[in-house]
Antibody, heavy 121, light 112 residues
Framework: QVQLVQSGAEVKKPGASVQVSCKAS????????INWVRQATGQGLEWMGW????????GFAQKFQGRVTMTRQNSLTTAYMELSDLRSEDTAVYYC??????????????WGQGTPVTVSS | QSVLTQPPSVSGAPGQTVTISCIGS?????????VHWYQQLPGTAPKVLIY???NRPSGVPDRFSGSKSGNSASLVITGLQAEDEADYYC????????????FGTGTTVTVL
């Protein structure tokens, strides 16, 4: 069965960086994009970007360009998301999600359990 | 600020039918991009409920159905059950801002 297992909770100071990992199992890792979505407490879902594990190509929401990096280690079937220059408004639960489909129809069919990130001085 | 607008909340008694709307524009739903729906139970990750505007993944009860027309889409829950109490989000793609996947503002369903 498809599973995405994320790393544990993080507490960071403003200006620092955080890296969250997402280990995939149950499918061929290089066949599907990994996306990252975040959710602040009591708020909605916000898409951050995608990464193609086969090519390493990435695409980011304009809001995060210049501050987010998405990488992978295929031998470990693990994807990583790093967010730099953290601010209090980056406090949220970060999810990885597998991409499915393409063209006019692309959605997220499996999700990790979420990683809480708290930014506080 | 999301480009897909949903009602903040809807409610219904067990057995009733509720409808959640997702209103977009010509740069997303109206540009023929499909709409997908997710259910998020309290304290858990979202789960896909409807994909490709009208399709249910295996395991999703047939009381959930989706439709799309013009710049908007709808999720209908027929025969509401207590376990349907959750947050629901629509999702599509928007061609503005260099292209981006977008979620709706979210709707909380309360079973009375």
């Amino acid at each position: 069965q498809v599973q995405l297992v994320q790393s544990g909770a993080e507490v960071k100071k403003p200006g620092a960086s955080v890296q969250v990992s997402c280990k995939a199992s149950g499918y061929t890792f290089t066949n599907h994009d990994i996306n990252w979505v975040r959710q602040a407490t009591g708020q909605g879902l916000e898409w951050m970007g995608w990464m193609n594990p086969k090519s390493g190509n990435t695409g980011f929401a304009q809001k995060f360009q210049g501050r987010v990096t998405m990488t992978r280690q295929n031998s470990l079937t693990t994807a990583y998301m790093e967010l730099s220059d953290l601010r209090s408004e980056d406090t949220a639960v970060y999810y990885c999600a597998r991409g499915r489909g393409g063209g006019l129809s692309y959605y997220f069919d499996f999700w990790g359990q979420g990683t809480p990130v708290t930014v506080s001085s | 600020q999301s480009v897909l607008t949903q009602p903040p909340s809807v409610s219904g008694a067990p057995g009733q039918t509720v409808t959640i709307s997702c209103i977009g524009s010509s740069s997303n739903i109206g540009a023929r991009y499909d709409v997908h729906w997710y259910q998020q139970l309290p304290g858990t990750a979202p789960k896909v409920l409807i994909y490709g505007s009208t399709n249910r993944p295996s395991g999703v009860p047939d009381r959930f159905s989706g439709s799309k027309s013009g710049n908007s889409a709808s999720l209908v829950i027929t025969g509401l059950q207590a376990e349907d109490e959750a947050d629901y989000y629509c999702q599509s793609y928007d061609t503005r801002l260099s292209g981006s996947y977008v979620f709706g503002t979210g709707t909380t369903v309360t079973v009375l």
